[in-house]
């Protein structure tokens, strides 16, 4: 990758996408090989999502308002020690390079995900949990490392299929766990996720390429002060606590409401897994083609749109009497929640420099996170109090509200954000090849 003299003799670092020096350029291998690395470690993330309120049980929980509950705790554990350390990382990334924090994400993941299925009660993997929350975080490590070098025009696209890998990932995990939990019990899942997590890290070290060369200091925006202060940039940091709240409230009761629909605990993990993976796999082929859409139409307007949608059938979620009922809304839901996050990375893309990535997608991890952490323990705490129904109706309020706060104040100020920055760029510049 090039380096670019500035007015006064330093070095700087070259805007994303520039060719290298034999004329090809290197986001697209990049991109590629980070996308499949990202699909492998979601996969094994998700792996034993399907039955954790069932391995709750083999760990000694037995009244299923404690597994309600607990589940929430177990959930939320992760999300909260995210909460703290993900903007860490973020720093470390913009100084040492987004590749090696990919890399302590994805092998961290495996060594603490096989150590889950040795858990001997649930106090053992509440604290496992809070350690994965610690030293993982791939989704905004590989979102940071896409956004170093993918050209602005193509963000939309690039972070479309990013988004993808999360819910293609989240689709497969939850249906080969769950039948593999039915077949062969709830602990062996377990180091079979952390296998596809070292896999994934692997991939990551020998096939991914990041030409990292530390901005000069006048190219920063140094501090998770200063980025906090950009135009709009909190005020899209408290969409994404919201929609990450409202998409993980039902996620402790969801195998306990296949449960109570289905009348039977024979095959309910196997079920459950695969009501996940058809939402999962829609909302991945979904976010591709949305993604590249709201490079046309704003980024903004992709946000509104889906999120309106969303919070309609999530609300539909909470009347379903059948698993037939649940698959059609499951798919519903998919094709509406497949815009959201490449437009929420986007939007968020525009607004930061490039030297400051790292940072604004470890905040955005972070506010993620604790999304992540209240949601499972509200869900739990509505489920216990008002029953499993309750908490899509939650959801359904908070992805409406997500909606018209998007709409009316935070859109406007980013869209305007970024339109300043995109003048800047043009102006400052020279145009950039692919």
């Given at each position: ?166 819910f293609l990932g989240s689709a497969a995990g939850p249906w080969l766990g769950g039948v593999c939990a039915d077949r062969f019990g ?249």
């Amino acid at each position: 990758m090039p380096e670019v003299a500035g007015e006064s003799g330093e070095v700087l670092v070259p805007a994303p996408g520039e060719p290298t020096a034999d004329g090809q350029p290197r986001w697209q291998a990049t991109l590629a090989a980070a996308w499949v690395a990202q699909l492998l470690a979601i996969t094994g993330f998700s792996f034993v999502m399907p039955f954790i309120p069932f391995y709750l049980r083999d760990l000694g929980v037995r009244s299923e308002k404690l597994v309600a509950l607990w589940s929430g705790a177990i959930i939320t554990a992760s999300g909260l020690s995210m909460t703290l350390f993900a903007p860490f990382w973020g720093v470390l990334a913009d100084r040492y390079g987004r590749k090696p924090m990919v890399q302590r994400a994805m092998f961290a993941g495996a060594v603490i995900l096989s150590l889950m299925g040795l858990a001997g009660n649930v106090y053992h993997l509440f604290v496992l949990r809070i350690l994965q929350g610690v030293f993982t975080g791939t989704i905004s490590a590989s979102v940071a490392l896409v956004s170093g070098v993918t050209p602005q025009r193509r963000l939309g696209s690039s972070l479309g299929l990013m988004q993808a890998a999360v819910f293609l990932g989240s689709a497969a995990g939850p249906w080969l766990g769950g039948v593999c939990a039915d077949r062969f019990g709830y602990r062996l899942p377990f180091p079979m996720a952390g296998m596809l997590l070292a896999i994934a890290g692997i991939l990551v070290l020998f096939m991914v390429r990041e030409d990292f060369r530390r901005p000069a200091v006048r190219a920063q925006v140094g501090t998770l002060r200063q980025v906090l202060l950009l135009p709009g940039f909190t005020g899209v940091l408290t969409l994404v606590l919201m929609v990450n709240l409202a998409s993980t409230v039902v996620a402790p009761v969801f195998p306990l409401f296949v449960e109570q629909i289905m009348h039977t605990r024979a095959g309910v993990a196997t079920v459950t897994g695969l009501l996940l993976a058809v939402g999962g796999l829609v909302a991945g082929v979904a976010s591709m083609a949305l993604g590249r859409l709201s490079d046309r139409i704003g980024h903004g307007r992709m946000l509104v749109s889906c999120t309106a949608v969303s919070g309609v059938l999530s609300g539909l979620l909470a009347a379903a009497n059948s698993v037939g009922q649940l698959f059609a809304l499951r798919v519903g839901f998919g094709l509406s929640s497949g815009g959201t996050g490449p437009a929420m990375n986007a939007l968020i893309a525009r607004s930061v420099p490039n030297s400051s990535y790292g940072r604004a997608y470890g905040l955005m991890a972070s506010a993620s996170s604790l999304g992540w952490a209240l949601g499972p323990m509200l869900g739990g705490t509505v489920a216990s109090a008002y029953g499993l129904r309750a908490p899509f109706v939650a959801t359904a309020m908070l992805l409406i509200a997500v909606s018209a706060m998007a709409a009316l104040r935070i859109v406007p100020t980013m869209d305007a954000a970024s339109r300043e920055q995109s003048s800047l760029s043009c102006h400052s510049r020279p145009a950039r090849a692919e």
